[in-house]
């Protein structure tokens, strides 16, 4: 079963860091791009940066590009947010997201698998 799970967040002062981590079961993580996503209150879904299955290439969206910085370990299959210069308005809860198709014992297993989420808080 494919799974990830998320942690690392915490309350922040403006201006701080935070590392962000994502660990994953069930799939042949190397193989699959990683997404970050993140839910600020009251609001949708905003994607926020993606990184392909061997970490050469990395996606951000505007609002985060500089600060944010993706990465991974695919020896620990383990994905990474490193967050700085944290301003209010990162404030939300990041989700780790995993999709594509597994083949286990020749047949396809389609996974689209969101965690939990870990909580960002940014305030002074």
């Known amino acids: 079963q494919v799974h990830v799970v998320e942690s690392g967040g915490g309350l922040v002062q403006p201006g701080g860091s935070l590392r962000l981590s994502c660990a994953a079961s069930?799939?042949?993580?190397?193989?699959?791009?990683m997404s970050w996503v993140r839910q600020a209150p009251g609001k949708g879904l905003e994607w926020v940066s993606d990184?392909?299955?061997?970490?050469?290439?990395?996606y951000y969206a505007d609002s985060v590009k500089g600060r944010f910085t993706i990465s991974r370990d695919n020896a620990k299959n383990t994905l990474y947010l490193q967050i700085n210069s944290l301003k209010p308005e990162d404030t939300a809860v990041y989700f780790c997201?995993?999709?594509?198709?597994?083949?286990?014992?020749?047949?396809?297993?389609?996974?689209?698998?969101w965690g939990q989420g870990t909580q960002v808080t940014v305030s002074s």
């Open positions: 069930g799939f042949t993580f190397s193989s699959y791009f």
């Open positions: 990184i392909n299955g061997n970490g050469g290439s990395t």
């Open positions: 997201h995993a999709e594509g198709v597994e083949v286990v014992a020749g047949l396809p297993h389609a996974f689209d698998t």
